[in-house]
């Protein structure tokens, strides 16, 4: 059964539209699961996942791995209208291109479909979007990071950024800062392979809470929380993008054009009560929402 829908595509607001054809535009959508989520048998795996699998000999990059083609599966499934039972789901692969990145095939075929991937502690994150959109994703959690760190990897704007900020605060904002370059990095689809420092990264609305006594971020003006940033590429090229918190760790969406704020993929109650009952606890079921 090949997909009919395609929910997702449309034209990105700098884009001209064809004759005859209604611009409406590009969105990325998003979804977040956790290690729980993934079922213990790999029946949604297709031969070559199972084949890439079983070479990885270390335990936790053998569940990095499944949880980060689990997510993806999960979301290109409800973002296209796919089936979602296990058998189902081994027809959606996902390979690594060249560069590293995920790239989608659907029935042994390529797809016109386009992901982004981030795993940490035990939270995978998913962006989706045409091909031909640039966009990228990346979690990170809230930690200390040293002053080695800082200098080596952040720009004179963002270390000013960095040494205003409270100590209470500065570990989520260099998380925050991080995240957006990984991001754009990813977008760019060379990962760390560019120095880290031609990426400039600014938060909308961080400026607004040095200026407080008590600094509270400005309420968010869409359900997820999302709040805006922007990724300054050296050679000319801006991202926008998005962010958020929740459960102690930070996760960013860039991309350029800069695109609305992103919408989560809903997946379907009927393919959640199907993994409910065949493989998990129902009390750690759709953690990844909330």
Not at 8 to 23: L, T
Not at 155 to 168: F, G, L, M, N, P
Request: with cysteine; aromatic share 8%; hydrophobic share 45%.
């Amino acid at each position: 059964m090949q997909p009919t829908r395609k929910p997702w595509v449309g034209i990105a607001e700098n884009e001209q539209a064809p004759e005859g054809r209604k611009k409406i535009p590009v969105n990325i959508y998003w979804l977040e699961q956790i290690e729980p989520d993934v079922p213990a048998t790999n029946q949604w795996l297709c031969a070559n996942e199972i084949s890439r699998l079983s070479a990885m000999r270390i335990p936790k990059r053998r569940a990095d791995w499944r949880l980060g083609r689990w997510t993806a599966k999960q979301a290109l499934a409800a973002c296209l209208n796919l089936p979602a039972d296990l058998p189902a789901l081994a027809n959606i692969e996902i390979r690594a291109a060249i560069s590293g990145a995920p790239e989608v095939v659907l029935y042994n075929q390529p797809a016109d479909i386009a992901i982004s991937l981030s795993h940490r502690a035990g939270t995978a994150l998913c962006t989706v979007a045409p091909v031909g959109a640039t966009f990228g994703c990346d979690l990170e959690l809230i930690e200390p990071r040293s002053d080695a760190f800082v200098a080596d990897y952040f720009t004179v704007d963002e270390k000013t950024i960095i040494h205003r900020t409270s100590d209470e605060e500065r570990a989520l904002l260099m998380a925050l800062l991080w995240s957006g370059k990984e991001s754009a990095l990813k977008a760019l689809r060379v990962g760390l392979r560019l120095d880290t420092i031609c990426m400039c990264v600014s938060l909308i609305d961080w400026p607004q809470r040095l200026a407080e006594r008590e600094p509270i971020l400005p309420e968010a003006t869409n359900h997820d929380a999302w709040r805006p940033l922007q990724v300054r590429y050296s050679v000319g090229q801006v991202f926008g993008g998005w962010w958020r918190l929740q459960n102690g760790l930070v996760r960013t969406v860039v991309s350029n054009p800069p695109l609305p704020t992103p919408l989560r993929a809903a997946i379907s109650t009927l393919a959640r009560n199907r993994y409910n009952s065949a493989f998990l606890d129902v009390g750690q079921l759709s953690k990844f929402a909330h």
